[in-house]
Nanobody, 122 residues
Framework: QVQLVESGGGLVQAGGSLRLSCAASGLLLRNYAMGWFRQAPGKEREFVVGISWSGGRRVYADSVKGRFTISRDNAKNTLYLQMNSLKPEDTAVYYC???????????????WGQGTQVTVSS
């Protein structure tokens, strides 16, 4: 059974930082492209950032470029998202996702985590 479990969310003031983690079980992370999505209240889920299986390629949404950094540790089967200079508009539930094909990751990943809440106060 595949599980992606996010952690690290919370409440932070604008300008602050958070680091999200996504621990995978039931699959070998090194075989999957990984990504982070988010869904704000009343809005559709949106792609935030993706990373290739090797970590060599990263794609960021324009809204987070220069502020967020995705990384992965395949040995630990864990994905990370370092979020700096947080803004109130970053408030959302953040989801970890995995797909064997990085070309379809942003459209519809094979596996989803349950999400972790990030709230940025002004």
């Amino acid at each position: 059974q595949v599980q992606l479990v996010e952690s690290g969310g919370g409440l932070v003031q604008a300008g602050g930082s958070l680091r999200l983690s996504c621990a995978a079980s039931g699959l070998l992370l090194r075989n999957y492209a990984m990504g982070w999505f988010r869904q704000a209240p009343g809005k559709e889920r949106e792609f935030v950032v993706g990373i290739s299986w090797s970590g060599g390629r990263r794609v960021y949404a324009d809204s987070v470029k220069g502020r967020f950094t995705i990384s992965r540790d395949n040995a630990k089967n864990t994905l990370y998202l370092q979020m700096n200079s947080l803004k109130p508009e970053d408030t959302a539930v953040y989801y970890c996702a995995a797909d064997r094909n990085e070309k379809v990751l942003a459209q519809g990943p094979e596996y989803w985590g349950q999400g972790t809440q990030v709230t940025v106060s002004s």
